[in-house]
């Protein structure tokens, strides 16, 4: 299928390995977080959520984490798998608000 | 249950074409949303329905409207289209529409081509 975005940052591991992906929310009033993975070809899934009263998260293999000093938001991946090379995407709401807004990714790509 | 469904999955058309496009949400899902995706601009919102009315919308022209039907299904249309509107379209659909407790779930997506 066709790449979701072109000049996107990229990050590149062995499988095996584990894998941050970083990513900076803009809007300090956020106060709900989410992550979504994205395979070509395919839409956005989602991965894990957390609420601005945690600072971390914990699910299959993934852990997000939460620095609301510094408005940065992570997403750790163990032993990572060919399987979850995709673009990552981290998503805020603010409270009250519908509409989340979307960072513009990173690519995670996975060497067996 | 079902994912949210996205029809037709693939689309060609010619500048000042109109096109529509379909989203049914998983079952009991009551918020759609749609997104424009292209590699220069990542997601962009394009509106968001809950019963059947628009309750938000995004930063894109008059050409770009929607509606949501009373089983939740929603459609998209863009009328007189331009080289630029080429995108991935994305559904996304959520319970009761408050995002702020409730991630959306998205489909994949149909892939809008202008020729």
């Known amino acids: 299928g066709e790449s979701v975005g072109l000049h996107l940052p990229t990050l590149s591991v062995q499988e095996g390995d584990n894998s941050i992906i970083n990513c900076a929310y803009s809007n300090s009033a956020s106060d709900y977080f989410i992550w979504y993975k994205q395979e070509s070809g395919k839409g956005p899934q989602f991965i894990i959520d957390?609420?601005?009263?945690?600072d971390k998260r914990q699910g299959q293999r993934v852990t997000v984490l939460l620095n609301k000093t510094v408005k940065h938001l992570s997403l750790q991946i163990a032993a990572t798998q060919p399987g979850d090379s995709a673009v990552y995407f981290c998503?805020?709401?603010?409270?009250?608000?519908?509409?989340?807004?979307f960072g513009r990714g990173t690519s995670l790509i996975v060497h067996p | 249950k079902a994912g949210v469904t996205q029809t037709p999955r693939y689309l060609i058309k010619t500048r000042g074409q109109q096109v529509t496009l379909s989203c049914s949400p998983i079952s009991g899902h009551r918020s759609v949303s749609w997104y424009q995706q292209t590699p220069g601009q990542g997601l962009q919102f394009l509106f968001e329905?809950?019963?059947?009315?628009?309750?938000n919308k995004g930063n894109f022209p008059g050409r770009f409207s929607g509606r949501q039907f009373s089983n939740s299904r929603s459609e998209m249309n863009v009328s007189t289209l331009e080289l630029g509107d080429s995108a991935l379209y994305l559904c996304a659909s959520s319970p009761e529409g408050d995002s702020s407790n409730q991630p959306q779930h998205f489909g994949d997506g149909t892939r809008l081509s202008i020729l």
């Open positions: 998503a805020e709401i603010s409270g009250g608000s519908y509409i989340p807004t």
């Open positions: 957390i609420r601005s009263n945690m």
């Open positions: 329905y809950f019963s059947e009315t628009q309750r």
